[in-house]
């Protein structure tokens, strides 16, 4: 196993990290962002909809240094998120537009439950060599705007979403589908704890660009040539609790187990550097408008 390595970043919302001791610079704003927001949406979804909030915040987070690694770094995290009466919800680096599935809700059955669709924006900030020697030779992947939809349904504690995005500017160049099965476990005035298992599906595009290694990745960072097809990247299962310390207040925190699979779990860069076995821990003080 190799060690653990373990930086502090300085936060500086909308702005690049600013420099590290030693000359090591942490990840950007918009890369750190990018990385925790679905584990921020699991914590946000156990709050009541059709209201209108701006949350900003930061916290730590404990996260592998990339995709398939086994070492990991301490990283202060920011949030943001807006969401207006449920039309539309920004959290980071992903928009969701929620207003048609608003209007079908109050004006058609969907039996006990809610349903809720709509397009997506997301951005995918990609993977930059020079964070790990691992990475030596394999080159950067660059920024994706994914487009796409989703789709979820919730009655009681329950809820199942799927989402369904494509690069349109040639960062990746693939496809992704994830599927959530989400339980609300506990839930009072104060606390919310829930559950969510998920899995996810990848193109080749975006599996070659995360974890291939063509002829000449292979002669600069060492490792066989490797190209994986389409598959299921991952199965991951997290928990999130959502506590209310004031009126504007709140504390937000989410670990989260992964296993990537099939095309990813194979890959050199994961057999011989890194892991499939990922984990990450985040926790947040928010402050609401």
């Given at each position: 196993?190799?060690t653990?390595?373990?930086?502090?970043?300085?936060?500086?919302l909308?702005?690049?990290?600013?420099?590290?001791?030693?000359?090591?610079?942490?990840?950007?704003?918009?890369?750190?962002?990018?990385?925790?927001?679905?584990?921020?949406?699991?914590?946000?979804?156990?709050?009541?909809?059709?209201?209108?909030?701006?949350?900003?915040?930061?916290?730590?987070?404990?996260?592998?240094?990339y995709?398939?690694?086994?070492?990991?770094?301490?990283?202060?995290?920011?949030?943001?998120?807006?969401?207006?009466?449920?039309l539309?919800?920004?959290?980071?680096?992903?928009?969701?537009?929620?207003?048609?599935?608003?209007?079908?809700?109050?004006?058609?059955?969907?039996?006990?439950?809610?349903?809720?669709?709509?397009?997506?924006?997301?951005?995918?900030?990609?993977?930059?060599?020079?964070?790990?020697?691992?990475?030596?030779?394999?080159g950067?992947?660059?920024?994706?705007?994914?487009?796409?939809?989703?789709?979820?349904?919730?009655?009681?504690?329950?809820?199942?979403?799927?989402?369904?995005?494509?690069?349109?500017?040639?960062?990746?160049?693939?496809?992704?589908?994830?599927?959530?099965?989400?339980?609300?476990?506990?839930?009072?005035?104060?606390?919310?704890?829930?559950?969510?298992?998920?899995?996810?599906?990848?193109?080749?595009?975006?599996?070659?660009?995360?974890?291939?290694?063509?002829?000449?990745?292979?002669?600069?960072?060492?490792?066989?040539?490797?190209?994986?097809?389409?598959?299921?990247?991952?199965?991951?299962?997290?928990?999130?609790?959502?506590?209310?310390?004031?009126?504007?207040?709140?504390?937000?925190?989410?670990?989260?187990?992964?296993?990537?699979?099939?095309?990813?779990?194979?890959?050199?860069?994961?057999?011989?550097?890194?892991?499939?076995?990922?984990?990450s821990?985040?926790?947040?003080?928010?402050?609401?408008?």
């Amino acid at each position: 196993m190799k060690t653990i390595r373990v930086t502090a970043a300085a936060l500086v919302l909308g702005c690049t990290a600013a420099a590290m001791p030693g000359s090591v610079r942490a990840q950007s704003f918009d890369q750190l962002a990018s990385s925790i927001t679905e584990s921020f949406q699991d914590a946000i979804d156990l709050l009541p909809r059709d209201v209108t909030s701006i949350r900003i915040g930061a916290g730590p987070a404990v996260l592998p240094v990339y995709l398939g690694d086994d070492r990991y770094k301490i990283r202060a995290v920011p949030v943001i998120s807006f969401r207006y009466r449920d039309l539309f919800e920004i959290d980071n680096n992903e928009l969701k537009i929620t207003g048609l599935s608003k209007l079908v809700n109050a004006r058609a059955s969907v039996g006990e439950g809610r349903l809720r669709f709509g397009p997506l924006v997301s951005v995918d900030f990609g993977r930059k060599a020079k964070r790990s020697n691992d990475l030596t030779g394999l080159g950067n992947v660059g920024t994706s705007i994914e487009l796409g939809a989703f789709l979820g349904y919730s009655v009681g504690p329950v809820r199942v979403s799927i989402r369904a995005r494509h690069d349109v500017a040639g960062g990746h160049s693939g496809a992704l589908a994830k599927g959530n099965l989400s339980l609300a476990i506990y839930r009072d005035k104060k606390l919310a704890v829930g559950s969510t298992l998920s899995t996810t599906w990848a193109s080749s595009n975006y599996m070659n660009a995360y974890f291939g290694v063509d002829a000449g990745q292979s002669a600069g960072s060492g490792l066989p040539v490797y190209q994986p097809g389409s598959g299921i990247r991952d199965v991951a299962f997290g928990v999130s609790s959502n506590y209310l310390i004031s009126e504007h207040f709140s504390v937000i925190s989410n670990i989260r187990y992964s296993s990537l699979l099939g095309g990813a779990k194979n890959s050199p860069l994961v057999q011989q550097r890194g892991s499939a076995n990922q984990v990450s821990f985040s926790t947040y003080v928010i402050y609401s408008f």
